[in-house]
Antibody, heavy 112, light 107 residues
Framework: QVQLKESGPGLVQPSQTLSLTCTVAGFSLTSYNVHWVRQPPGKGLEWMGVIWNTGGTRYNSALKSRLSISKDTSKSQVFLKMNSLQTEDTATYYC??????WGQGVMVTVSS | DIQMTQSPSSLPASLGDRVTITCRAS??????LRWFQQKPGKSPRLMIY???NLANGVPSRFSGSRSGSDYSLTINSLESEDMAIYYC?????????FGGGTKLELK
C-alpha cells in the first residue's frame, strides 16, 4: 500500500530555513518520482518541484533560488529545504508520488 | 509556463444535478491532464487521469472529456459527498501547473 507522510516544524521564523521530510512506504524511491506541492490557507495548489527516481531534480522557477529537494533512498525519505522564508510561505506542504498518491500534508506557519 | 484556466471558480448546484467544470490549456498538453477532488482538511484525491480515465474507486458518475485545448470534468446526478473543490493539473511539461480550482457547493 502506497503511503507518504510529511513531517516538520509547524512554526518557522521569518528569514529562517524550512526543513521537511517525506517518509514513504509501499514503493521504492529508485522507481518513482516524488513531488512537493504547497497550498496557502484558502488558496490553490502550487507545484514546487520534483526529485526523479534517478535523483535529478526540477524546480519551480519562482522558488528555484531558495529550494532544494534531496532524498535518502535507503531510508525511504525525501527532503525539502527552503530558505529565506517569508509570511507568504505559510501553507500546507504536500509530497506526492508522481502527483497521483499524496501525503496528508503538513501545515507550516511562518511567523515571529 | 503552461497556464490552466479553470472555470467557473464557484459552482452552486443541487443534489441530482449534472455539472461540468472546464480547464483550458494555454499550450498543447495532449491528454496529460488530471482532475483532483479536495475536501476541507484533506489532501487532493485523483479522480481522472489521461483526461478521460476514471481513477481507482471513483464513482462512475464522474467522467472526463477533451475538446481541443478544453478539458472537462462532468459529474452526473450530484451527491452530497461530491461537494468539494476540484482542480485540474497538466503534467505534459515542467513546471506542472494547476487550474485555480472550482468550489462545488450546494445551492
Amino acid at each position: 500500500q502506497v503511503q507518504l507522510k510529511e513531517s516538520g516544524p509547524g512554526l518557522v521564523q521569518p528569514s529562517q530555513t524550512l526543513s521537511l521530510t517525506c517518509t514513504v512506504a509501499g514503493f521504492s524511491l529508485t522507481s518513482y518520482n516524488v513531488h512537493w506541492v504547497r497550498q496557502p490557507p484558502g488558496k490553490g495548489l502550487e507545484w514546487m518541484g520534483v526529485i526523479w527516481n534517478t535523483g535529478g531534480t526540477r524546480y519551480n522557477s519562482a522558488l528555484k533560488s531558495r529550494l532544494s529537494i534531496s532524498k535518502d533512498t535507503s531510508k525511504s525519505q525525501v527532503f525539502l529545504k527552503m530558505n529565506s522564508l517569508q509570511t507568504e510561505d505559510t501553507a500546507t506542504y504536500y509530497c506526492a508520488r508522481d502527483l497521483t498518491h499524496w501525503g496528508q500534508g503538513v501545515m507550516v506557519t511562518v511567523s515571529s | 509556463d503552461i497556464q490552466m484556466t479553470q472555470s467557473p471558480s464557484s459552482l452552486p448546484a443541487s443534489l441530482g444535478d449534472r455539472v461540468t467544470i472546464t480547464c483550458r490549456a494555454s499550450q498543447d498538453i495532449g491528454n496529460y491532464l488530471r482532475w483532483f477532488q479536495q475536501k476541507p482538511g484533506k489532501s487532493p484525491r485523483l479522480m481522472i487521469y489521461g483526461a478521460t480515465n476514471l481513477a481507482n474507486g471513483v464513482p462512475s458518475r464522474f467522467s472526463g472529456s477533451r475538446s481541443g485545448s478544453d478539458y472537462s470534468l462532468t459529474i452526473n446526478s450530484l451527491e452530497s459527498e461530491d461537494m468539494a473543490i476540484y482542480y485540474c493539473l497538466q503534467h505534459n511539461e515542467y513546471p506542472r501547473t494547476f487550474g485555480g480550482g472550482t468550489k462545488l457547493e450546494l445551492k
